[in-house]
């Protein structure tokens, strides 16, 4: 008779995990507010005063560039939308490439293709799961004109460097934040180091308002074209006098006030929020160190790891037992998590297709970086054997949590000999 949970023995870890409850008493009150004021929209498609949103929006805007320290804020409905303005603005164009990492949410590269624009795809880093730098240079031509670095789970790419490479060969780099607010890269906040920095308002992330997103810059032309593709560029350039037309396609990417009062509030609490995340995982990480068989999230140095996922690398050689065995295992000792990330987007059926815009697919000649298995092997090894993750945003995780997480991890090792016929999270004998 075995202990593991998995083969009848009693869980770890036997009630489950309460969900990360973070609208509070001021929430309801900024909601009331604007409720009450009936007016829940202060947008206006027009070059007029409400070209630029409602009172709640501006006073978001200026609350959060002084948080952060960017010089302009650009609000929207989405980090999507968010990365389709920062596209946008970057003067993206048909046949220019866009370099993303493989492993990320879809959007990050999508938002390049709306414009025409090709998303190469660089390999991550094994250690980071951030977009590789050596990559990246490996994937740059005379059609190159973005670089999207994610901060991916909480954690910079790195940034400055990365940022230096834009410099140097007339690039535009956009951060694609949505998971990284408050981290940092030597003292700066992620966002803020690239010409464009993206972030996520989404139920899923640090800080919500339900649906939104935030983009910041220093540049103000970049901002006042964000501002028109946010906001119906096409009807309002004539009377704001724009003589540059060029990718001034105007969508309805704009905030409403009860997004923007609510997100005043959770601005206000960040530091709380993220601390409580970070505090746990941080405890987790020291519970889990020195595990035969799984290597906890590798922080680098000088930066902040915010932790939207805490992720480990697990060793299916090491631990005598195949990932997904690892991860049934765990889940039966009801800890909460999930096996590797999302898939190297180029194998997402609208890239083996290349269809996208038309009828007639999305011909472009990509050479030896085709879409398609191989094309970033790091991402793929990760992605099908090495990655578990624990969401610290999901779930109202302690510190207190932590070892009682790492019990459970060390009794699943622990017990790779019963497991010796199980592969990919079945019996197979
Ligand atoms: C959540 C997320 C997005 C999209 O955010 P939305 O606000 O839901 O549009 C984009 N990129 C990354 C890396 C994300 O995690």
Redesign the pocket.
């Known amino acids: 008779m075995s202990d593991l949970a998995l083969l009848g023995g009693s869980p770890t870890i036997p009630d489950a995990f309460p969900v990360y409850a973070s609208m509070g008493k001021a929430e309801e009150e900024a909601v009331l507010r604007v409720v009450r004021s009936g007016c829940l929209s202060g947008f206006y498609g027009s070059w007029e005063d409400g070209f630029l949103g409602g009172a709640e929006v501006q006073a978001f805007e200026a609350e959060w560039g002084a948080r952060f320290g960017a010089a302009h804020t650009v609000t929207v409905n989405?980090?999507?939308?968010?990365?389709i303005a920062a596209i946008g603005a970057a003067g993206i164009g048909p046949g220019d490439e866009v370099i993303v990492p493989a492993t990320?949410?879809?959007?990050?590269a999508m938002a390049p293709i709306v414009y025409g624009g090709i998303p190469v795809f660089a390999d991550i880093d094994a250690d980071t799961f951030c977009i590789n730098i050596a990559s990246v240079r490996a994937n740059l031509t005379a059609r190159t004109r973005a670089i999207i670095a994610?901060?991916?789970f909480g954690q910079a790419a790195p940034l400055a460097a990365l940022r230096s490479l834009c410099d140097e060969n007339g690039l535009v780099l956009i951060e694609?934040n949505?998971?990284g607010p408050l981290a940092t890269e030597n003292g700066r906040y992620c966002g803020t180091i690239g010409h464009i920095g993206?972030f996520?308002?989404?139920y899923?992330?640090h800080i919500h308002t339900g649906?939104?997103?935030v983009c910041t810059t220093e540049d103000s032309d970049l901002a006042r074209k964000m501002q028109f593709i946010r906001n119906h560029a096409e009807a309002v350039v004539e009377d704001a006098g724009v003589e540059n037309l060029t990718n001034m396609l105007g969508f309805n990417l704009r905030m409403t006030e009860l997004s923007a009062a609510v997100g005043r509030v959770q601005l206000t609490d960040i530091a709380d929020h993220v601390a409580r995340r970070e505090n746990f995982a941080a405890a987790l990480s020291k519970a889990t160190q020195g595990l035969d068989g799984i290597q906890p999230p590798h922080v680098r140095d000088n930066c902040r790891h915010v932790y939207?996922v805490w992720a480990m690398r697990h060793d299916a050689e090491v631990a005598g037992m195949t990932r997904n065995t690892f991860v049934a295992a765990l889940q039966a000792e009801g800890v909460p998590c999930f096996p590797a990330y999302v898939a190297p987007l180029y194998t997402l059926p609208m890239f083996r297709a290349r269809i996208a815009i038309g009828r007639e697919g999305y011909p472009f000649n990509l050479g030896s970086r085709e879409y398609g298995p191989g094309l970033c092997p790091v991402a793929e090894r990760l992605h099908t054997h090495e990655i578990v993750g624990i969401e610290p945003c999901a779930f109202d995780f302690s510190e207190a949590d932590a070892p009682r997480i790492a019990d459970a991890i060390a009794k699943v090792l622990n017990a790779r000999s019963e497991l010796a016929d199980w592969r990919n999270g079945e019996q197979v004998a």
């Open positions: 989405s980090a999507t939308s968010g990365l990320t949410m879809s959007a990050t994610v901060n991916l694609d949505a998971q993206v996520s308002l989404n899923h992330k649906e939104g997103g939207y």
